[in-house]
């Protein structure tokens, strides 16, 4: 049965403007600028299509952020899309969007955790990735501040090592290569791979029980993070671009560390360190946010009912933490890279699109959710056939487990 709402032990409203930007750009800033590229350019087919992606990537993302940080405002609750479509549309719609999160997230996790691996301990890539996952739920154990406080310091360094990157490769020599033609859907695919880089602009939504003033926090918390990490981006590609062209950029699978070596080779074990912090922040508050959605889910009756306690010493969700940093744990040690990152994106794709769907009944005539709903259902649609099944396969299970609860919670 669900948690009663008087029952429910609060989180305390820690988290102010700069905290929760800190946060918002710590997970966006991430794996996913040194890592996306080269997939990207090679859906895209060439540097025009790379642009045109990320263009399409920003764009829903916006309409994405938007239509979050409305929704978090009027329902400052931890769970984010789970609590809206339940609220607004059916508790079947914030279910799908809850299971959608966790699992597409959990996935995520152990990707981050991975390439952290890769970049810092390359001959033992997992034995690292699992205790970088282990050190990092301490973390988050301790409380939501020192995950604030962790993050600012994770976005500040990667903007340092990214800036360095451009620096080197506009006064580097160009050897650009082209690669080929634009196609409309393999530009949308590349758009799928980007949007992967910029999934974490509303992580701070799922956490609007623990901020401050979140009526006028959250909204802009959301659009700050989120057009900082859109200039960065925008410089980096354009930069990669003209340095070492379309061509090069698709074969590569450490683009910013090319980048480096085409202008300054001293730095490239700069970038490396650089990606292993910027993977870091997104690592911690991914499993904050993870955290979160399941101590939503399991107030509700949703998920196992021991999910909902919350440390009254420290005001996290620790029994959560603990269990989403668990099968992250398990994913590590199975998962494939490439294809957890375009599974993820799938799923992360349909919980926004039910973000979408919930804000456009707050105002059915404003464009820019139906333009998200719809940005998200076609790219997540343009995906690689794999991923494409395994989400439909997981949403499956979903529905059958959400049928499972509904009978129990209604009897």
């Known amino acids: 049965m669900p948690t009663p709402e008087r029952d429910r032990p609060p989180l305390q409203r820690r988290l102010g403007l700069p ?24 859906a895209a087919g060439s540097g025009p299509g790379l642009l045109a992606a990320l263009a399409i990537a920003g764009l829903i993302a916006y309409c994405n952020a938007r239509s979050s940080a409305r929704l ?31 699992v597409g997230k959990t996935a995520s996790g152990a990707a981050m955790a991975l390439t952290l691996g890769a970049y810092l301990l390359p001959e033992y890539p997992r034995a690292l990735a699992a205790a970088a996952v282990a050190a990092f739920c301490a973390v988050n154990l ?82 700050a993070s989120l057009a900082v990490t859109l200039g960065v981006y925008a410089l980096v590609a354009v930069t990669a671009l003209s340095v070492l062209g379309a061509g090069t950029l698709a074969e590569s699978t450490a683009p910013l560390s090319d980048l480096a070596a085409a202008g300054a080779p001293a730095i490239r074990p700069l970038v490396v360190i ?21 101590l939503a889910m399991a107030r509700d009756g949703r998920l196992p009912g021991p999910l909902t306690a919350v440390s009254e010493r420290f005001g996290v969700p620790w029994a959560a933490e603990v269990a989403a940093s668990a099968l992250v744990l398990v994913l590590v040690a199975v998962l494939d890279l490439t294809a957890a990152i375009g599974f993820s994106s799938f799923c ?64």
């Open 72 to 102: 978090a405002a009027l329902h400052p609750q931890s769970g984010g899309a789970y609590v809206w479509g339940t609220r607004r549309l059916h508790p079947a719609a914030g279910f799908a969007a809850g299971w959608a999160f966790l």
């Open 348 to 411: 992360v794709l349909v919980y926004y699109a039910v973000a979408n769907a919930s804000a456009a009944t707050l105002d059915r005539r404003a464009p820019l959710p139906w333009v998200g709903l719809a940005g998200c259902l076609l790219v997540a649609a343009s995906l690689p056939p794999a991923s494409v099944l395994g989400g439909l396969a997981v949403l499956a299970a979903g529905a059958v487990w959400y049928a499972l609860t509904e009978r129990r919670t209604s009897s």
């Open 274 to 294: 650089g990606a292993g912090v910027a993977v870091a922040g997104v690592l911690l508050s991914l499993l904050a946010g993870i955290g979160r959605t399941a």
């Open 142 to 223: 301790l409380g939501v501040k020192k995950t604030a406080l962790a993050s600012a310091v994770f976005a500040g360094v990667t903007l340092l090592v990214i800036g360095a990157v451009a620096v080197a490769g506009l006064t580097g020599p160009v050897a650009a290569r082209p690669l080929g033609d634009t196609h409309f859907w393999g530009m949308l695919t590349a758009a799928g791979f980007i949007f992967f880089a910029f999934a974490g602009y509303a992580r701070v939504a799922t956490l609007g029980e623990e901020v401050a003033d979140p009526e006028r926090t959250i909204p802009r918390a959301v659009t």
């Open 19 to 42: 905290s929760a930007i800190a946060i918002g750009l710590a997970s966006m800033l991430g794996a996913g600028v040194f890592a996306v590229w080269g997939p990207a350019a090679r």
